[in-house]
């Protein structure tokens, strides 16, 4: 595997379920990255780890619990969501958050909120 | 709040034409990134133009940095229909206490044959 992964690729979920995505990145970095993109919106960083600790949360709401084990896993465990949440969740990598900002993104998770 | 605004927000175009997109602030960036986003994938990252002015080449992409570091510009010649996707700019801010990226909403570029 190279690159940065993300399992599962689709998800279709109630409000009342629980779920979690999966992201893995292969490439050495030490920070990491939850986006979410809605169709007519800009990417929305939702959560950053850098070095394994949580540097950034924006005001995401508490329905979306993110957990980084080690620098190489990212999980987003997601409780009771609501429609408006279906939208394509985007896990991203970097060496070194805050240098050139290079980032380096995985396949996404289409997740549809019934 | 930084805004990236990117235009147009659409373009269809014939195989072989040129073409130019925008990406403009108000805002002064350390760098500025160009992803490529196909459906159904994440983006991947095409350029970073991090000095003022500066130009870079892809093969048929050339991408450009404002002067002033708050705006870019890709130039696609002879447009080839693998060329067609969703072309998101990203602005990093090293003033902020995180560093992290803006993005732009990107523009939808559709190449026919």
């Known amino acids: 595997e190279t690159g940065v992964t993300q399992t599962p690729r689709h998800l279709v979920m109630g409000m009342t379920n629980k779920k979690s995505l999966k992201c893995e990145q292969h490439l050495g970095h030490n920070a990491m990255y939850w986006y979410k993109q809605s169709a007519k919106k800009p990417l929305e960083l939702m959560f950053v780890?850098?070095?394994?600790?949580?540097?950034e949360n924006n005001s995401v709401p508490s329905r979306f619990s993110p957990e980084c084990p080690n620098s190489s896993h990212l999980f987003l465990h997601l409780h009771t969501l609501q429609p408006e949440d279906s939208a394509l969740y985007l896990c991203?990598?970097?060496?070194?958050?805050?240098?050139?900002?290079?980032?380096?993104f995985g396949p996404g998770t289409r997740l549809t909120v019934l | 709040t930084q805004l990236l605004e990117q235009s147009p927000q659409f373009l269809s175009i014939q195989e072989g034409e040129n073409l130019t997109v925008y990406c403009n602030s108000s805002?002064?960036?350390?760098?500025l990134q160009w992803y490529r986003q196909e459906p159904g994938e994440g983006p991947v990252l095409l350029v970073t133009?991090?000095?003022?002015?500066e130009v870079k080449k892809l093969k048929r992409l050339t991408f450009q940095f404002g002067d002033a570091r708050k705006d870019s510009s890709l130039h696609i010649t002879a447009a080839q229909p693998g060329d067609t996707g969703l072309y998101l700019c990203?602005?990093?801010?090293?003033?902020?206490?995180?560093?992290?990226?803006?993005f732009g909403k990107g523009t939808k570029l559709s190449v026919k044959p």
């Open positions: 133009v991090v000095t003022g002015g």
């Open positions: 990203a602005g990093a801010d090293y003033g902020g206490s995180q560093g992290n990226l803006i």
């Open positions: 991203a990598s970097s060496q070194g958050q805050g240098l050139l900002g290079e980032q380096f």
């Open positions: 805002s002064v960036f350390s760098s």
């Open positions: 780890y850098s070095l394994e600790e949580r540097v």
